[in-house]
């Protein structure tokens, strides 16, 4: 039988349970699967395939795996970059308003495109993204060949649009693109967080995810000071207690962050076989205050709990690249604690293997091994900055970049070979990105250009922003940080 594709001759990065590394192998795929992953043989070049890969100074691994991200508003890349933290939180809050509501889909259309572009061409080849009206990110991604987990936020107190709107859309979502594009495209259910969402409405979260027993539960938690202090405005003892009340403590939750969490934590997450999202460069970039603690992830490892790392909001920090978060996981630790906290196979394994097993498919993807679905990248590291290729993967994880990635296969399908886009025209997707931005500060106040970004006024920002459901939030908040500190 003729196989779809063979990559002889190359390093294999498998990430398997024994984390095999060929110095000299072969990876064959069919029908969309990997049939064979073995040292390479003498007369490979000449095997039966439609398309065969010299891989001499190549190396093949598993596709990156993003288990937390929001796309929507990636063309104002930039724009955020420079401001303070607190005039970042504004007008992102501002701009979110108005898509809750409908508006700006020119912005969000052209923002999944270029986040989808972008992610291919460097090799990531699953996301996890939870945004505010995801149906065309679900779309684009599944058209382009990527692999995606998709939901709409929920939330009663970050903005105004009403709850049984929301939960509406939901439902429409999940049953429109739940197992959509051969599988590829699954839908989650995003309750958005631990500080902004009230009991009642983790409650109906719990209610939903009980319709839909197969999806993932994404959320933020621990992730501000504010998240135990808005569980126990909602009657729980800790945020953790409050998932574990209505039903949502359990081998479907992912949590993103996790800042916050203690040893306590860890146990309870750990025993409830849920799954956690670092997103280190988010927080490094916006760190809301040096003595806060950082994601205690070597300890939730240790526990069993499967972490995955995750890019967040990449237009806050300006980066697609996955294979810097890697880095930025190890450099912040050891800065928060000491040298040591990893080591590169296990960062290796974050962007791959526990990241799909974060997101409940680590059988089907996140390592190169026979009988599973065919996610996999191919590095060109002939390059000089790779000379020598010694100890592969602490070169991956502190050394590669997007750039390195010459071809991408997801489900067996050549999504990028030799650093070309195939799925996707990126002349023309980048050319509706310039047009949605130069559309976006004809409509607003926001001034973006060259030398950098300039948001509306402290006014404008205020009068754009949502009313109630902030106020009841800030309200809430400052009631029981009261009764904290004067229990009556």
């Known amino acids: 039988m003729t196989a779809d594709i063979a ?8 990430v398997d349970d024994r984390n095999r590394l060929y110095e000299r192998g072969t990876v064959v795929v069919e029908d969309g699967r990997i049939t064979e992953v073995r040292a390479s043989r003498d ?36 724009a955020f970059s420079d401001l303070d933290l607190s005039e970042m939180m504004g007008g992102m809050t501002a701009v979110f308003r108005h898509v809750a509501e409908g508006e700006y889909a020119y912005l969000t259309e052209a923002g999944y495109e270029l986040a989808a572009l972008n992610f291919l061409a460097g090799g990531v080849t699953t996301v996890n993204s939870m945004d505010v009206r995801p149906s065309a990110g679900a779309e684009t991604f599944g058209e382009a060949g990527l692999r995606g987990f998709f939901g709409p936020a929920l939330s009663d107190l970050f903005w105004d649009v009403p709850v049984d709107e929301q939960f509406d859309r939901a439902r429409e979502f999940v049953d429109e693109y739940h197992g959509s594009y051969d599988g590829r495209i699954r839908a989650t259910i995003d309750p958005h967080d631990d500080w902004s969402c009230t009991r009642e409405l983790w409650e ?27 569980a126990r405005s909602n009657g729980a003892e800790d945020s953790l207690a409050l998932l574990d009340d209505v039903g949502l403590l359990d081998d479907r939750l992912v949590a993103a962050h996790f800042r916050l969490a203690d040893d306590e934590d860890v146990r309870r997450t750990a025993e409830a076989d849920a799954s956690v999202a670092h997103c280190p460069s988010i927080f490094c970039y916006w760190n809301t205050g040096g003595d806060v603690q950082w994601t205690p992830v070597p300890e939730l490892r240790a526990a069993g709990v499967d972490v995955g790392l995750g890019i967040d909001d990449h237009y806050w920090h300006d980066s697609y690249d996955m294979f810097g978060e890697a880095r930025q996981a190890r450099l912040a630790a050891n800065l928060k604690r000491s040298a040591g906290q990893y080591d590169s196979m296990e960062l290796v394994r ?27 990248i191919v590095l ?50 980048c050319e509706r990105a310039e047009s949605a931005v130069d559309r976006f500060a004809s ?13 509306p006024s402290k006014t404008s920002i205020a009068r754009d ?13 400052a009631f029981q940080s009261v009764r904290d500190e004067f229990p009556f």
């Open 350 to 376: 974050m962007l791959t293997i526990e990241g799909a097993e974060a997101l409940g498919v680590g059988d089907e993807i996140g390592s190169i091994e026979s009988g599973k679905r065919a996610d996999l």
């Open 43 to 78: 007369d490979d070049p000449d095997v039966a395939a439609d398309r065969v890969v010299d891989g001499e100074g190549k190396l093949v691994m598993p596709g990156l795996v993003n288990a937390h991200t929001h796309l929507e508003l990636t063309p104002l890349i930039g």
């Open 465 to 477: 922003l949502p009313k109630r459901g902030p106020a009841q939030l800030l309200g809430r908040l």
């Open 380 to 429: 060109d590291v002939e390059k000089p900055k790779f000379t020598p290729l010694t100890n592969v993967p602490a070169q991956v994880a502190n050394n590669a970049a997007p750039a390195d990635v010459e071809t991408v296969v997801v489900d067996g399908e050549v999504l990028m070979a030799d650093g070309v886009v195939e799925t996707m025209d990126a002349e023309a997707v």
């Open 443 to 455: 409509e607003t106040d926001w001034e973006l250009g060259i030398g950098g970004s300039e948001p």
């Open 204 to 230: 109906r979260t719990a209610d939903l995810a009980d319709e839909y027993p197969d999806l993932l539960v994404h959320t933020h938690l621990l992730e501000l000071e504010a998240s135990n202090t808005m």
């Open 7 to 14: 990559i002889h001759d190359a390093h294999v990065l498998t």
